[in-house]
């Protein structure tokens, strides 16, 4: 038995796990209560955000209630890189997917039998098959974790069937505690995990959804690449970032883009073959600064932390969605920024998308209860963050770190713009029996003669031309904010004409007043180094040099840089510059095996001195090419992104 090994026998308390393998002082949160009663053998459901320390909620139980933790885990595309990180700390772990041979399950199997596993991962569709519970039968299993348990929920944006079968857990092993885990579930998803999992006697945790490090910030799309190559120049050269885009088309042409400027970017989608996907996800986990572009398929279960920054440049489809999204940004706590463009087209191609589904009415209707969430958000002349809480059911006060608190929007009376509105497509309507887009009637209240214009005669109605006190870009704000407010909507036609509602007319009548907001110039912060934007002048040389060696060991051990040490870590050593052993244990993420590996050459650096090139010991994660790994063991046709029904945008 090795030192390391040694030592995690040895610990057996959840603060000595926590101290010993992880390497972090003390826990954060509720962690230490959710451990406490997992420890004991009750059930958990567990509502922490993505970055909160979910994973230590039953990697710590685990280990201290003895035998095998069995973790559901979604994708088994990220399997390997969790083990590789669970090994890096001196932690037992292993998986069983169909990416493995015969030979290696039956080795798995035997490490299993041996009690030489401490966590086992599987994906739901490999533990409801019957081989697999009579494995688990013959086994000490210590307890459950249902990881990303959102996905059980059918108005969930991730629903996966699989998950309703894990309530035969409770059923087949009724003594084994079970904890269920998520980023993303209001209180109606929640209600739903209970049920659909049995965990309706769980005690439910419910930490703090606010990640005060995030930046949220909205704005009006116009040259939407344009603008995110501003966000990327001016705030983030050389950071990690993902930027969401609705179609495989979007994430091309995007991608494309960004790399004929100089940015390392990658696509993402269902569409590209599975070597491609495994190669490009392999690169952006392994290397520093790589930008991917990519459709929902991507994201579920990445554990990169220094991710700095989340770009969005089309409208999520709900809350739920775009939390868990922008959550993927700073997960070591570090400044991160959420940054999303929308503009009408967005709100028009969505309320299309629901039209057109083939769900029921009372799918129709959630979908749309969630966009209408989702405008109210981008819309809001209130602090972003104190909304988006309290869609989670949290109260909070303004944070002054989003761009409504930096630079507060202007509301004025638009009850005017929108009669003029309003009254054009009831003039079109009724005296033509016509509906049209945004486009058209923008054109005929500004008073352009274009063709189309000229051709339908639309200069001769009354409203032509009144327009002309707001510019275009203007008029489309008024159109989004009218579409927002329940007062324009979408007409099933499929062509994105504009209609009334029944609200539409209080306001045509002088009853109802309308506050629209004005858009202003959002600030944007400086250029800046790739270290941390609060690390002292002095310190940051040594950050740098930090993680030039982290980056050359990560290569040396086929590893992503973070299994090494993350950028929070890397942050305290050059602030605190350790000169011994000791010293260097104390920083939050040194644990006992990464200070035996990893401890002489960083302290040479500290020094000065030129660490001892890095080589791949005996239990160090093995070196290999990107397996051509399916997102599931029975990948749906699509990984969640098929393409809208009209591909263009």
Excluded at 568 to 586: S, V
Aim: glycine residues 8%; contains cysteine; hydrophobic residues 40%.
């Amino acid at each position: 038995m090795t030192s390391t090994a040694l030592r995690l026998s040895e610990a057996r308390t959840p603060l000595a796990v926590l101290e010993s393998v992880f390497g972090y002082p003390a826990f954060r949160g509720d962690q230490r209560q959710i451990i406490d009663h997992v420890v004991a053998g009750g059930d958990a459901l567990v509502l922490m955000p993505t970055g909160g320390g979910k994973s230590l909620c039953y990697q710590i139980p685990s280990l201290v209630r003895g035998g095998v933790g069995v973790v559901v885990s979604p994708l088994i595309a990220l399997m390997k890189d969790q083990v590789d990180a669970l090994a890096a700390v001196g932690v037992r772990a292993s998986f069983l997917n169909s990416t493995q041979g015969p030979d290696e399950r039956r080795e798995v199997e035997r490490a299993l039998a041996a009690g030489e596993v401490d966590l086992l991962y599987m994906a739901p569709e490999r533990v409801t098959v019957p081989a697999t519970a009579e494995l688990l039968d013959r086994l000490p299993v210590s307890l459950f974790a249902i990881d990303e348990a959102h996905c059980v929920s059918q108005w969930g944006h991730d629903f996966r069937p699989d998950y309703l079968a894990l309530s035969m857990l409770h059923e087949r092993w009724p003594s084994v505690p079970r904890i269920a885990l998520t980023a993303t579930a209001t209180a109606a998803t929640a209600a739903e995990i209970r049920q659909r999992l049995q965990l309706q006697q769980a005690r439910t945790f419910v930490a703090s959804f606010d990640r005060p490090n995030i930046q949220y910030r909205i704005e009006p799309k116009n040259q939407p690449v344009q603008q995110l190559l501003q966000l990327i120049r001016t705030e983030h050269p050389g950071d990690a970032g993902i930027v969401y885009c609705l179609s495989r088309a979007s994430v091309e042409k995007t991608a494309a883009a960004l790399a004929e400027h100089g940015i390392p970017a990658l696509p993402y989608h269902a569409g590209l073959d599975a070597r491609t996907r495994a190669d490009h996800q392999s690169r952006f986990l392994r290397e520093d600064g790589v930008v991917m572009v990519a459709t929902i398929a991507f994201g579920m279960g990445i554990d990169k932390p220094d991710v700095r920054f989340v770009a969005h440049l089309d409208l999520p489809k709900s809350v739920e969605g775009y939390y868990q999204e922008t959550g993927r940004a700073g997960r070591d706590g570090l400044p991160s920024t959420a940054w999303l463009a929308y503009g009408l087209q967005d709100v028009v191609q969505l309320r299309q998308m629901i039209d057109r589904s083939e769900g029921d009415a009372t799918y129709k209707r959630r979908m749309s209860q969630h966009l209408d969430a989702m405008l109210a958000l981008c819309e809001t002349v209130e602090c972003r963050r104190v909304q988006l809480l309290a869609y989670f059911g949290q109260q909070s006060a303004p944070c002054g770190n989003c761009d409504t608190c930096l630079a507060p929007p202007e509301s004025f009376d638009g009850t005017i713009p929108a009669q003029k509105l309003l009254s054009t497509i009831v003039r079109l309507e009724r005296e033509r029996r016509q509906r049209y887009g945004a486009g058209q009637l923008i054109d005929i209240l500004l008073g352009k003669r274009t063709p189309r214009v000229e051709q339908l005669g639309h200069a001769d109605l009354a409203t032509f031309g009144i327009g002309a006190e707001l510019g275009e870009q203007e008029w489309r704000g008024v159109v989004r904010q009218l579409l927002a407010q329940g007062l324009l909507a979408v007409h099933g036609d499929g062509y994105g004409t504009l209609v009334i509602t029944e609200a539409s007319a209080e306001v045509l009548t002088g009853g109802r007043i309308v506050r629209l907001r004005r858009e202003v110039a959002r600030p944007t912060r400086s250029a800046r180094r790739s270290a941390p934007a609060d690390l002292p002048a002095a310190a940051g040389p040594l950050f740098e040099r930090l993680r030039a060696w982290r980056g050359a060991t990560a290569r040396a051990l086929g590893a992503p840089a973070y299994i090494v040490f993350g950028d929070a870590t890397l942050r305290g050593i050059a602030l605190t510059t350790p000169t011994t052993l000791d010293e260097l244990g104390q920083i939050s993420g040194v644990g006992a095996k990464k200070l035996e590996q990893f401890g002489g050459a960083v302290l040479a650096i500290v020094r000065g001195e030129e660490p001892p090139a890095a080589v791949a010991g005996d239990d160090a994660p093995a070196d290999h090419e990107p397996a051509l790994v399916p997102a599931y063991d029975v990948p749906p046709d699509d990984e969640f992104d098929p393409p809208p029904p009209d591909d263009r945008y």
